[in-house]
């Protein structure tokens, strides 16, 4: 939980940096040797440091998918974080879709009770998600090179948190080899591999916070990490959900509560952008305009 805030203040500290660091129009790592030079980026490539160490001892005491749920928390934080730095507050109705989102992750935590499986994957199952998860990233990246505004933002932000579920999931390899000495880390080939998913990451995480504002892409990378994580982990590391007979259908409505209000909080903030440059509300017909292409990707 500690790791979820710091990781939401950071989020919003980097969303800033990239909508500010220039008015060109910037590639990927174009953008990103630009945010080296800002002092902003700085703070949240701290604030992301720490929150990644916590990560990585909360990975060790539990499973992926316990500990990647509990991220989805990040946005509650981030919200308020932004609502101060931005002048725009958050709506009660944002409020209770944030209320909707944190009571359904703790029921995914308590009915679900995920359970730790392995700590390292075999290498056919890493090069079956390789063949699997390259070319559909790919085509996001792809896709946001076409698109623009909210739908660039919800791609890059798939490829930004699927990097950082990879990342997730490898931190448990990497924590179990280090036990053996600093020699057996430099010959895992996890070590490599997590290095540049957290490359890959932070590079179109601030292009994804670069492409339009932060609850456009935020609630993407919030819905997308812990479920290509969960995915990962009961896939890779063998982890388990212990939902016998009706709990299934519980937890099922959990997962769909979160999708549900996390898009619903992105539907907000992308309203408050329509209404901020009309210099007027938005009506019913701008705003499902403005909005479709990022409730049907999310």
Request: net charge negative; charged share 15%.
């Given at each position: 939980?500690?790791?979820?805030?710091?990781?939401?203040?950071?989020?919003?500290?980097?969303?800033?940096?990239?909508?500010?660091?220039?008015?060109?129009?910037?590639?990927?790592?174009?953008?990103?040797?630009?945010?080296?030079?800002?002092?902003?980026?700085?703070?949240?490539?701290?604030?992301a440091?720490?929150?990644f160490?916590?990560?990585?001892?909360?990975?060790?005491?539990?499973?992926?998918?316990?500990?990647?749920?509990?991220?989805?928390?990040?946005?509650?934080?981030?919200?308020?974080?932004?609502?101060?730095?931005?002048?725009?507050?958050?709506?009660?109705?944002?409020?209770?879709?944030?209320?909707?989102?944190?009571?359904?992750?703790?029921?995914?935590?308590?009915?679900?009770?995920?359970?730790?499986?392995?700590?390292?994957?075999?290498?056919?199952?890493?090069?079956?998600?390789?063949?699997v998860?390259?070319?559909?990233?790919?085509?996001?990246?792809?896709?946001?090179?076409?698109?623009?505004?909210?739908?660039?933002?919800?791609?890059?932000?798939?490829?930004?948190?699927?990097s950082?579920a990879?990342?997730?999931?490898?931190?448990?390899?990497?924590v179990?080899?280090?036990?053996?000495?600093?020699?057996?880390?430099?010959?895992?080939?996890?070590?490599?591999?997590?290095?540049?998913?957290?490359?890959?990451g932070?590079?179109?995480?601030?292009?994804?916070?670069?492409?339009?504002?932060?609850?456009?892409?935020?609630?993407?990378?919030?819905?997308?990490?812990?479920?290509v994580?969960?995915?990962?982990?009961?896939?890779?590391l063998?982890?388990?959900?212990?939902?016998?007979?009706?709990?299934?259908?519980?937890?099922?409505?959990?997962?769909?509560?979160?999708?549900?209000?996390?898009?619903?909080?992105?539907?907000?903030?992308?309203?408050?952008?329509?209404?901020?440059?009309?210099?007027?509300?938005?009506?019913?017909?701008?705003?499902?305009?403005l909005?479709?292409?990022?409730?049907?990707?999310?």
């Open positions: 939980m500690v790791a979820a805030l710091i990781s939401g203040v950071g989020d919003v500290i980097r969303q800033r940096s990239a909508q500010e660091i220039t008015n060109e129009r910037v590639g990927h790592f174009e953008l990103f040797r630009l945010s080296l030079g800002d002092i902003r980026w700085w703070w949240g490539g701290l604030a440091a720490a929150s160490a916590l990560q990585a001892v909360a990975l060790v005491l539990g499973s992926v998918v316990l500990v990647q749920a509990l991220q989805v928390t990040a946005l509650l934080f981030a919200l308020p974080t932004n609502a101060r730095l931005t002048g725009h507050p958050v709506t009660r109705r944002e409020w209770l879709w944030a209320v909707l989102l944190a009571g359904a992750v703790a029921v995914f935590v308590i009915v679900g009770d995920p359970a730790a499986g392995y700590q390292r994957g075999a290498l056919t199952a890493w090069l079956i998600v390789a063949v998860l390259g070319p559909a990233l790919a085509l996001c990246v792809l896709g946001a090179r076409v698109c623009s505004g909210p739908v660039a933002a919800v791609l890059l932000a798939v490829v930004s948190a699927s950082w990879l990342f997730a999931v490898l931190t448990k390899g990497v179990e080899v280090f036990r053996d000495g600093p020699g057996a880390v430099l010959r895992a080939p996890e070590l490599y591999a997590w290095i540049f998913a957290a490359l890959v932070t590079v179109f995480q601030q292009s994804a916070f670069r492409a339009s504002t932060l609850t456009a892409s935020l609630p993407a990378m919030t819905v997308a990490e812990p479920v994580a969960s995915v990962l982990g009961v896939t890779v063998g982890e388990t959900l212990d939902t016998p007979g009706p709990q299934a259908f519980i937890l099922v409505a959990a997962v769909i509560a979160v999708v549900i209000a996390t898009t619903a909080l992105a539907r907000g903030e992308a309203a408050t952008m329509t209404a901020d440059s009309d210099g007027q509300p938005a009506s019913d017909d701008q705003e499902r305009e909005l479709a292409a990022t409730g049907a990707e999310l």
